[in-house]
């Protein structure tokens, strides 16, 4: 093997490394949003509490991370890339604890609160940096780690959730030193936390945050250990596109008629229509959802953390395509297929016998094909939507307004997923879920055309050149 073979190999390696250091944030905010699923029961009851405050509980975390993704981009933009990411490890740290030791519901919530900022951080910061310190063939693969971890942080947080469900014997039930299960649910989250915040100490900062900040020198050794080769060319391209003379600014975003440039509304249209097919339904709700057709509470349990395997393994199909068929491929199919399975969906629901409490029921093969839709739905999504849309809004912008145009984009995304998650229950109670599903088949509908008519393929492209 020649020595340029070699130190590609350990460039490529030390790459994925640093990648998967700040994709550790995707893996919390995956974890701490699942989290909840298995505790909400019983914490409701150990507070006593409405289902209004309860469903506040589970959303304004949502809300939190809407400020959290705004003000994260400024942020990385004025202190580095690196700094704060371990501001989000300390806040998930302080937000795991405060969550397990909750004395009543408000402070609960305040707790949660503090973990939805974090969460919000890390969904702009870890896609900006992995964008910004991959080589461009690399660039579509590493980005889904993003997507990646966040599946496998909600898949861990269903099954610890579920696990330390059944050793207890419900959430509610005294676990290790007779401590309420549903506290240790959330103390299950301060290890990743740590570690993303010593991972992140670990981690050399974004090569085109330091030449923004006239740290050349830095730059170059950064770049020379993910680049290979002579990299001063490429530096000077950073330069170009940085803007050296002033900070990013919001106003960077404004067109000449003062509105919003089109690509950053393109950037909100696809943030907003990856939460509007109705998939964080499936994620918040899925036990309650498998409990109402008829399943047991342990079957449901499991049908969960199902889906939640099935959404991991294709996500990896989308990374291993992502830079061979491109970005709007993936995209246009995943849409289709979410169209055909939600639109079945709501045509099952739509059409079943209600029990005398007005929950459907399916009856015969009605609920194995529901079964099948909902799973098929889950991997149409997860090749597509999930990751592709994370891979976009880290590469679609250029550099001066990356950061800026990521934490509006991002922002919005959770507006959306709050948006999604706090109409569910009131849709369901007085539609029914087949109007709620006929929702979310329309919303998948419209984001085929808005992929045919508004996105420009990205695959191998330079980011100095978006």
Partial sequence: MSSTTTRRKSNTFYVILIAGAAALGGFLFGFDTAVINGAVAALSKAFNANSVVTGFAVSLALLGSAVGAFYAGKIADRYGRVKAMVVASVLFTISAIGSGIAFGIWDFIFWRLLGGIAVGAASVIAPAYIAECSPTHLRGRLGSLQQLAIVVGIFIALLSDYFIAVSAGSAESPFLFGIAAWRWMFWTEIPPAVLYGMAALMIPESPRYLVAQGREPEAANVLTKILGGDVRSKIEEIRQTVMREREPRFSDLLGRNGGLLRIVWIGIGLSVLQQLVGINVIFYYSSILWRSVGFSEQNSLTITVITGAVNIITTLVAIAFVDKFGRKPLLILGSIGMTLTLGTLASIFGTAQLDPAGNPTLSGSAGIVALIAANLYVFCFGFSWGPVVWVLLGEMFNNKIRAAALSVAAAMQWVANFVVSTTF??????????????????????????????????????????
């Fill in 425 to 466: 229950p009131p849709i369901l109670q007085y539609l029914g879920l087949g109007a709620a599903y006929g929702l979310y088949t329309t919303a998948a509908a419209i984001s085929l055309f808005f992929v045919l008519f508004f996105i420009k393929e990205t695959k191998g492209i330079e980011l100095e050149d978006m």
